[in-house]
C-alpha cells in the first residue's frame, strides 16, 4: 500500500517505510496496492504544495500500462466518464453522471493477442485527471477490464493471474526547485 489504511495490521506501508528515512518525505502522487510502478514523494511541506499544485493544474505526466481482455476496436481513444464512490460497495467506483467527478482517461493500443477467450490488448494510458481507481473503471466500461483486477474484472481472471497488469511506467514534472524537466520510467513486469 501507499499510504496506511484503517483497520489492525495495515499501517505497513510504503509512505511509512520512506518516512523512517527521509522524516520530511511527504506522498504526492500514490498507486492503488494492486497496481505496481512509480511513486512520488516530495521532500518538505513547500515541494509537496508545489507539486501537489502541478498535478492540479495537469502539468505531470503520468502514463501506465495495462493489459486488458479483448481486443480493444479501436487504436486510440478518450473515455471520458465522471467517476463516484460507490457507497454500498467501498472502495469500489461507478460512473455516475450525477454526483461523479469529471475523469478523462486517453489510450492507445500497443499491441493485440490471442483469440475468442484469450484474446488481450496491450495499452498505453495518460490519465487526464487523478481519480480512484481511474483507469480500472474507464477500461471496464469499454468492455475490457484488467488482467487480474480484483475489484473489477470477473473472478475468473485474479484466479487466473497472480497480479494486476496495471503498471506506472512513466512520470514526468517541472522540477519544483530547480525548475528542470524530470523524467522517470519503470519497467513494465508483465
Known amino acids: 500500500m501507499s499510504v496506511p489504511a484503517g483497520g489492525e495490521g495495515r499501517q505497513d506501508c510504503l509512505a511509512a517505510r520512506i518516512q523512517a528515512r527521509w522524516a520530511d518525505a511527504r506522498i504526492v502522487h500514490r498507486l492503488d496496492a494492486a497496481t505496481s510502478g512509480l511513486v512520488l514523494f516530495a521532500r518538505g511541506a513547500e515541494m509537496l504544495r508545489r507539486m501537489s499544485l502541478a498535478f492540479e493544474q495537469r502539468i505531470v505526466g503520468k502514463q501506465y500500462v495495462a493489459v486488458v481482455h479483448g481486443h480493444v476496436a479501436r487504436d486510440d481513444g478518450e473515455i471520458d466518464l465522471p467517476l463516484a464512490e460507490d457507497a454500498d460497495h467501498r472502495p469500489r467506483q461507478i460512473v455516475d453522471p450525477l454526483r461523479g467527478r469529471r475523469a478523462l482517461t486517453r489510450y492507445r493500443v500497443l499491441d493485440r493477442q490471442g483469440a475468442g477467450a484469450d484474446a ?3 495499452l498505453d494510458l495518460k490519465p487526464v485527471t487523478g481519480r480512484a ?4 473503471v474507464h477500461l471496464l466500461c469499454l468492455g475490457h477490464p484488467i488482467f487480474g483486477d480484483p475489484l473489477y ?3 475468473e481472471s485474479a484466479a487466473r493471474f ?3 497488469h496495471l503498471h506506472a511506467t512513466r512520470i514526468a514534472f517541472l522540477h519544483p526547485h530547480a525548475r ?3 523524467v522517470f520510467d519503470s519497467p513494465v513486469p508483465f
Open 120 to 122: 488481450c490488448s496491450r
Open 133 to 136: 481507481h481511474q483507469l480500472r
Open 153 to 155: 474484472a470477473p473472478p
Open 162 to 164: 497472480a497480479r494486476m
Open 180 to 182: 528542470v524537466p524530470m
